[in-house]
């Protein structure tokens, strides 16, 4: 169980985070270091077995329906970017903790860092395919939520917008290819999946299958031309951009190029599409980057092009080439994490990443600069760090490569753009600390504190332990992750700073020696470049974006208007329209079982419902009125289904009934007492011709169901393993808790949002139009002399604990007899309504301990809990448990976990009631303020 501590310990602290927010900043930071240390642990501790041969593994069964487990593995490729996911993970939250203002609400922007780290090392660590998919998905919205974690500024806003659109985008294009994948392959296990190549390359889906899972690899590690995103998540803090930009996001592309290669891979199709993207990425990047004067846009465009020399040599398909990409994971990782924590350290100290307006560092910032220079020069590919053997690796494979039949193509090009490289790195490293500042106006005082200068000097140190000791320190992690990556073929790895003179050196001499002129010769170049056309990827996005989001507004224009009598007209055409097709083709007939008599009582009932009903529709001017005659129709409903043997229904339809009628009128305070008529005569006509259509229609329908004989079905199910599979005689609460518990999840969270929805929606109501307009409906209103009558506020407290005491006995009753958490929990929203009605909204929200906001999270986290602990214990998710304890005096009694699941259900339920009350007191105290201020 050590790998679901692995997976689970950064989304433990990313809660912890949220639940202690108003903790001091040292708290956030102790705890985000501890769950990245501690996973760091749990992989050290397995290191040894998985680079001796042993897979740690783990399955546990999630949603079995579905093929989707918590299947996870440890094998080499999973430790290594587990280990760069973890190790620079703890390295940037020791940088944040100096970096970040003391104004920054760091709780919110640890809590984002350790859901994204979360959802990294589960990519890392999934062996099933929908379980990776669930995690990649988690990457896209985690790294949104980072890169606009400054949402006062606009850019950080579009380049969170920007980057959701591109990766999520291409997510949906991966979800395709996996599900094409494990058709083909037939199984969702990665390890069963991976060793069936040659059935997959067989197949005619393959080409599909191919350029499906390439669109979510290349969008999310940005490689030609989906690359523009990742220079706008700049905006996002320093530390984020030296997480993002080293071990996470945008390795995540290329873990799945690499983890799919036995099964994808060794065709002329992936050769010819991944190889040259890979290689036209490199050339490209290097090249922007080259002519960028922000650090950071320098070491945005320098990603893109060593992510495209790592696509590239994925993409060469063979054995060598692949050991060369993982040995410059290694390496990328370590020189690229250091410099964006270099530009991090120049902007923190001068209050600017312009390099035209630096220059110098070295003689002011010697410290700075020995790190920002060690770094450059790993990227540049110089000797003795461990960029130049990768380098060398790759010069040596592009020497080997043709393409297009040209046996000079690969290499001259990768030759141009390692010179472009090893020119914007030295440009980085020289003009930045030795070059003549150009203006005046930049003071950078002195080198920051340890805990800026600590990681970036760790991972500095790493980038050249990697040149001096290649074989020692990386040999047996490259090899291993290699032979995961090849699937099983042992690679003849040879790591050194030297391996004689041969045709990859003297590329590589020459690029630097070309580089190095060019940067002479830099202002003139950089001037020529500058009057030369080149296409904007990004004004060209916005150009699509732009009409493609006024072409959907004139859609919408079109479908979806402020007319609720519209979308219930359309509704209910579509609707009878169907059941009329339906009803001809196949014919809706009544069965031949035998009716039960309608007793009078029945007969009254129904008679008193269509009483009510008519008189809802008569005086639908006359809001109050029209309420208390819905209540009629509800209320007998309810005595429906009591005479029916259906008490827990019954009981839910009356709480409901009255939590219902108390909201709606407080809504009734915030409506005009003498609404408009809206409706000409002839569209009454129209919409009643429609409604009786739909009516009649759906009765028949009903009519038929019920007078065939029953059959066998899942009710039968249900009813016969209630207490046997779910230890509980009361079958309803059993199926909501148990058999269909993912249904209510699933419902609660809806219930969850819709109560979000209200308070967003009705947060700006006071304000603006819809504050003027209630402001003069207020106008109107007569309100009574006695705003709190004392025999109503008496009688409701004394009711609150009995009503309370009432509450928990049917929630705690629910599981084998009539109640439950969702009955108990409106019986606890009335008693708490009833104090908002008789005391007023002022009294009652002073004494109250729990915010909506709350009990909504706090339910729905209890929940899933609920459900996760299942896991542990190998069931199912969801899973529930029973057993009978007996204690002196109390006698025998039964727990069930369902009983902490139903709490959730009544914590979620309560908030969102309480949600909606609170939104309509509150509209109605700030549009009395808004009356006072004016009267003032």
Known sequence: MSLVALMALPFVAALLLVAFRHAPRGVHFLIAAAASGGGLAILIAHAGAVLSGQTPAVALAWVPALGLDLSLWLDPLALLFAGLILGIGLLVVLYAQGYLARTEPTAKFLSFLMLFQGAMVGIALSSNVLLMLVFWELTSLASFLLIGFWRERADARQGARMALTITGGGGLALIAGMVLLVNVAGSYDLATILSRADLVQASPLYPAILLLILAGAFTKSAQFPFHFWLPHAMAAPTPVSAYLHSATMVKAGVFLLARLWPVLAGTDLWFAIVAPVGLLTMLFGAGVALFRHDLKAILAYSTISQLGLMVMLLGFGTGAAVVAAIFHILNHAAFKAALFMHAGIVDHETGTRDIRRLGGLAAIMPLTATLGVLAAAAMAGLPPLGGFISKEMMLEESADTVLAGRALLVPALATIAAMLSAAYSLRYAVALHFGRRQTGDVAALHDPGAMLLGPPAVLGAFALALGLLPMTLAGPLVAAASSAVTGGAKPDLHLALWHGINPALLMSLGAVAVAVLLLFRYSAIAALVARLPSPDAK??????????????????????????????????????????????????????????????????????????????????????????????????????????????????????????????????????????????????????????????????????????????????????????????????????????????????????????????????????????????????????????????????????????????????????????????????????????????????????????????????????????????????????????????????????????????????????????????????????????????
């Not at 039964?894 to 009544?906: I, K, M, N, R, S």
């Open 539 to 936: 004004r060209l996005f916005d150009i699509v974006m732009t009409a493609s989001v006024d072409a959907l507004r004139r859609v919408t224009g079109v479908l979806h208007v402020a007319s609720l009598q519209r979308y219930l007209a359309v509704l209910f055409v579509v609707a009878v329209a169907l059941g009329l097709d339906a009803a001809l083709r196949f014919g809706v007939t009544a069965g031949a079982r035998a009716t039960a008599p309608a007793s009078p009582v029945a007969i009254v009932a129904w008679a008193a419902l269509i009483v009510a009903t008519v008189a809802v529709l008569a005086a639908d001017r006359r809001r109050y009125l029209a309420l208390i005659f819905i209540s009629v129709i509800g209320l007998v409903i309810a005595l429906a289904f009591i005479h029916l043997s259906a008490p827990d229904l019954a009981l839910t339809q009356i709480a409901v009934e009255v939590v219902t009628i108390l909201l709606m009128l407080l809504a009734l305070h915030l409506l005009p007492g003498h609404p408009p008529r809206l409706s000409t005569a002839t569209r009454r006509v129209r919409d009643g011709v429609i409604a009786a259509v739909g009516g009649l229609g759906t009765g028949w329908l009903a009519w038929a169901v019920m007078t065939r004989p029953e059959r066998a079905g899942v009710s039968r199910f249900h009813w016969d393993h209630s207490y046997s599979g779910g230890g509980g005689t009361n079958v309803v609460n059993v199926t909501l808790v148990d058999f269909r518990a993912f249904d209510t999840l699933g419902e609660i969270i809806v219930l969850g949002i819709a109560g979000l929805a209200i308070y967003a929606l009705l947060e700006p109501a006071a304000r603006g139009v819809a504050g003027r307009r209630l402001r003069a409906w207020r106008s109107q209103d007569r309100h009574s002399p006695e705003l709190h009558p004392m025999m109503f506020v008496m009688a409701t407290r004394l009711l609150l604990p009995l009503a309370l005491l009432v509450g928990s006995y049917i929630f705690l009753r629910g599981h084998n007899q009539p109640g439950g958490g969702f009955i108990a929990a409106l019986v606890f929203s009335i008693a708490i309504l009833l104090q908002y009605l008789a005391s007023g909204f002022d009294w009652t929200d002073e004494r109250r301990k729990f915010g909506e906001h709350n009990l909504i999270g706090i339910g729905v986290l209890i929940a899933i809990a609920t459900g996760l602990g299942s896991l542990v214990f190998g069931a199912p998710f969801l899973s529930s448990s029973f057993d009978y304890f007996h204690l002196p005096l109390i006698g025998e009694f039964e727990l069930a976990t369902a009983l902490l699941f139903d709490l959730g259900v009544a914590s979620v339920v309560v908030g969102a009631v309480m949600m909606a009350l609170a939104q309509l007191a509150h509209v109605s105290q700030r549009a009395a303020k808004h009356d006072d201020g004016d009267a003032a």
